[in-house]
């Protein structure tokens, strides 16, 4: 069964999340910028976290590494809340440019040693396949050596390019995809955007040293087709729908955890 610690720090990486991407979309509309021929981009350091949580698709007694941003992103409930009562907003939802099934398909732009320059780009997965076993519990925040393997320099430092071994670090220092882009388009503009990317998607600049974060460079071609050529778009719950109400309820209202961003608790 899910522990309470595990069950609050996704849950309060969420809502923060959530609360910060809704203020985004009050402001465009406090701006007159919103209508429903409206995109609204965000990009840059986008400060979402590795988090691990139980599996609820295998053994209760197992694991499971998310990205916050990606969870917030499919997770219909917040996105119907985060929108609502927005004057002038269109129904509408957040969106990854590049799209993402997992976060063990992200590349590893967050916590690098800013001393090491690597050649090849490294992904969460390619980590995750190293040091965690899914078998086993979240790790906790104290010890989380505890459920991880950790690895020697050579492949933490040489191989990677991080500058601690991911499995002895606090859990706001996982190793995580923090530099994206995003946007907000209103669902019948969505469903009529296509995009293609000349490069495959984010190229990661690891020759690049100085900073515990990796730069990206993203060639990105958006293109408005007449036709809807994104069907598919997730299903989103009616704004009266009483979990959505409740949700933007919480939105709405400063929280004593707003400071608290993406690690419950990271100290204790």
Not at 26 to 36: E, K
Not at 56 to 66: L, T, V
Not at 80 to 109: N, Y
Not at 197 to 210: A, E, L, M, T
């Amino acid at each position: 069964m899910k522990t309470k610690h595990s069950a609050e720090r996704i849950c309060l990486a969420k809502l923060a999340y959530a609360e910060i991407l809704r203020e985004v979309l009050v402001q465009a509309s406090a701006w007159d910028l919103t209508n429903d021929q409206t995109v609204i981009f965000v990009q840059g350091d986008l400060n979402s976290r590795t988090v691990f949580d139980h599996d609820f698709d295998g053994s209760e007694e197992g694991s499971k590494a998310k990205d916050v941003l990606l969870e917030v992103l499919n997770d219909p409930i917040l996105m119907a809340a985060l929108s609502r009562d927005i004057p002038f907003l269109p129904m509408g939802q957040w969106h990854e440019v590049v799209r993402f099934r997992s976060v063990s398909e992200m590349p590893v732009t967050y916590k690098v040693d800013p001393k090491m320059a690597i050649s090849q780009s490294v992904t969460v997965g390619d980590i995750l396949e190293r040091v965690h076993d899914p078998a086993l519990p979240p790790p906790s925040s104290k010890h989380p050596e505890r459920q991880l393997s950790s690895v020697d320099s050579d492949e933490y430092g040489g191989r990677w390019g991080l500058k601690k071994d991911p499995a002895t670090v606090k859990a706001s220092h996982f190793p995580a995809f923090t530099e994206r882009v995003i946007y907000w388009a209103p669902n019948s503009l969505a469903r009529h955007i296509r995009w293609s990317f000349p490069n495959g998607g984010y190229d990661i600049i690891g020759q690049v040293d100085g900073s515990d974060h990796r730069p990206v460079i993203l060639e990105a071609s958006l293109e408005i087709c007449s036709g809807e050529v994104s069907p598919d778009l997730n299903p989103l719950p009616p704004p009266d729908d009483p979990d959505v109400k409740d949700m933007a309820e919480k939105l709405r209202k400063r929280q004593p955890w707003r400071d608290k961003l993406f690690c419950y608790s990271e100290d204790s």
